[in-house]
């Protein structure tokens, strides 16, 4: 299978080129030539492992890697999980369901891409006999998952931009508390967004980018969204066929990654009836859902940092679909947005998707609320998804975060700080951060003083 760039202006690629670029050099992001339909599969699939329905999966689109190859490599991922199910369905009542997400080594979805990711990047280091540089940018756990997958492995090196006092400290101390000699966490002067344009704009220069064997870790790698297919589809599995055609996955979602990801197995074929996208105060999507006007506004700090987001890097995947495949228009719509700030659509698709938002002080009342109700915690960035719960559908919640990685909101909330031995081992080591302006020139000049 070949992967085109969403802009139409880079020749088609292989999976392992695909996930070795990252960022199209167009600017644009990888995606399927075409997509299977999977749906004769799911049957067949009903009763595997999530690691078995995983490589079931990936083989439908890394057809440039042997079979045993990546058998190996999706068994090696998923086996520091620390839950048997890799992702356990629990049931709160019989319309709510949380999908937990949170029991790989950084206790966040995230690790379910990323484990996968960095194993995949030491595959084709060994493979090529060359090293690589991995750059990501990130508002929380993806910077620590994708630290987490790269720890220690030979011939890389990881570099991560992170907004400086915009991350809990937990969340930062995962990534500045490794001692791994081929980690960078660099801590920025901005915001998440100044932190992925900077990304952006560093892959954008294609002669530095070939250089210094850049590779992007963040959700616009392609091999993320495929990744984080797997879990819905592993859940949908789950459930009766009634029960199928009563379920909505709700999803806490800042960059649109993750929603993406399950309405991608809906257009191959899965029939999934429909989405929820749970925003913070940063309510780009949420606005863009009920109104249409896709507006980037001024990123507000708040109690669910991962979400601190107004320019989400994967609505260019959805917005591609949306426009019937059209590179061109692609292309129209995001030079008008880089220049304006906004776009105003007037046809999407309204009846898969509904959306809500969640302040700060709504954030506690849900967390409470969840907590008295079912006797359950949720991190800040899952609570936001029990805002105002579909009572007509089956509700499948995503937790996307361990709630111990915010004890000061849920101390706040429910006077009880959850704690994790992986999380209480961090506290005592010294955090290794470097300070820098965001500002790409800084970046390149630190990137090029310590790339292997």
């Known amino acids: 299978m070949r992967f085109l760039s969403t802009r139409g202006n880079t020749d088609p690629v292989s999976f392992s080129q695909a996930v070795a670029i990252g960022l199209a050099p167009d600017g644009g992001l990888f995606l399927p030539e075409h997509l299977p339909d999977i749906s004769p599969r799911l049957t067949a699939w009903r009763n595997l492992s999530y ?46 369901r949380v999908l937990e997400l949170f029991h790989g080594p950084t206790l966040a979805f995230k690790d379910f891409a990323l484990q996968l990711l960095g194993n995949l990047y030491e595959y084709q280091c060994r493979e090529s006999g060359r090293s690589i540089n991995v750059l990501g940018a990130t508002s929380g756990d993806t910077g620590a998952a994708a630290i987490h997958g790269l720890l220690g492995k030979p011939h890389t090196a990881i570099f991560i931009l992170y907004p400086d006092g915009r991350v809990s400290p937990l969340q930062e101390r995962q990534m500045a508390c490794t001692g791994a000699a081929n980690v960078h966490a660099l801590a920025i002067d901005g915001s998440f967004d100044d932190a992925q344009r900077i990304l952006k704009e560093m892959f954008g220069d294609r002669d530095f980018a070939a250089q210094h064997r850049l590779s992007a870790v963040n959700s616009i790698n392609l091999v993320r969204v495929l990744a984080q297919c797997v879990y819905y589809l592993h ?119 509904s959306s809500s938002t969640a302040s700060d002080a709504e954030i506690t009342g849900l967390i409470g609320r969840v907590h008295e109700r079912y006797g359950y915690v949720v991190d800040p960035h899952t609570a936001c998804a029990f805002q105002d719960l579909n009572p007509n559908r089956l509700s499948v919640v995503l937790a996307t975060a361990h709630p111990a990685k915010f004890p000061e909101a849920l101390r706040a909330a429910i006077g009880v700080e959850p704690t994790h031995p992986a999380l209480d081992a961090l506290k005592s080591r010294p955090i290794v951060k470097h300070r820098l302006p965001a500002d790409a020139s800084a970046i390149k000049a630190y990137l090029s003083a310590h790339a292997v």
């Open 235 to 353: 859940a949908w599995l789950r459930f009766s066929p009634e029960e199928r055609e009563d379920v909505e996955f709700v999803v806490p979602t800042g960059n649109f990654g993750n929603v993406f990801a399950g309405w991608l197995l809906e257009r191959m074929g899965v029939p999934i009836h429909g989405f929820k996208i749970a925003t913070n105060r940063n309510d780009i999507l949420h606005r863009f859902f009920t109104t249409g006007d896709y507006s980037v506004g001024t990123v507000q700090p708040s109690l669910a940092p991962s979400m601190d987001i107004q320019v989400a890097s994967n609505f260019e995947r959805f917005l591609y679909y949306a426009v019937d495949e059209d590179p061109s228009r692609v292309r129209a719509i995001m030079d008008q947005l880089k220049a304006t700030g906004s776009y105003r659509f007037e046809d999407f698709d309204r009846d898969t998707f």
């Open 51 to 96: 690691a078995e329905l995983c490589v079931e999966f990936l083989t439908l689109f890394a057809t440039d890697v042997p079979g045993e190859v990546l058998e190996q490599v999706v068994r090696r991922s998923y086996a520091r999980f620390t839950h048997p199910e890799i992702a356990p369905l629990r049931r709160l009542d019989d319309r709510t």
